[in-house]
Nanobody, 124 residues
Framework: QVQLVESGGGLVQAGGSLRLSCAASGRTFSTYARGWFRQAPGKEREFVAGISWNDGSTNYADSVKGRFTISRDNAKITVYLQMNSLVPEDTAVYYC????WGQGVAGQESYDYWGQGTQVTVSS
């Protein structure tokens, strides 16, 4: 059974940092791009960051460039999202996703597997 499990969410003050993790299990994910998305209350889910399956190239939403960093471990099992300089507008449920042979693109339709999400709340 394929599983993506997010962790690391929580409550943080504006200006603070959090690191989210997404652990994969159930199959070999070495050929999967990984992405982070988020959904704030009353809003549609949106792309945050992605990392390609092969060369590890990254892609970010304009709203998080310079503040968030996506990375992965050498085995490509766990993907991380380091979030710095958090603002209240970053409050959302954060989801990780996997896209076979993908490039970490923004289109949600490209992703085959999704995690259950982890809540991030940034207080002002």
């Amino acid at each position: 059974q394929v599983q993506l499990v997010e962790s690391g969410g929580g409550l943080v003050q504006a200006g603070g940092s959090l690191r989210l993790s997404c652990a994969a299990s159930g199959r070999t994910f070495s050929t999967y791009a990984r992405g982070w998305f988020r959904q704030a209350p009353g809003k549609e889910r949106e792309f945050v960051a992605g990392i390609s399956w092969n060369d590890g190239s990254t892609n970010y939403a304009d709203s998080v460039k310079g503040r968030f960093t996506i990375s992965r471990d050498n085995a490509k099992i766990t993907v991380y999202l380091q979030m710095n300089s958090l603002v209240p507008e970053d409050t959302a449920v954060y989801y990780c996703a996997a896209d076979k042979w993908g490039q970490g693109v923004a289109g949600q339709e490209s992703y085959d597997y999704w995690g259950q999400g982890t809540q991030v709340t940034v207080s002002s």
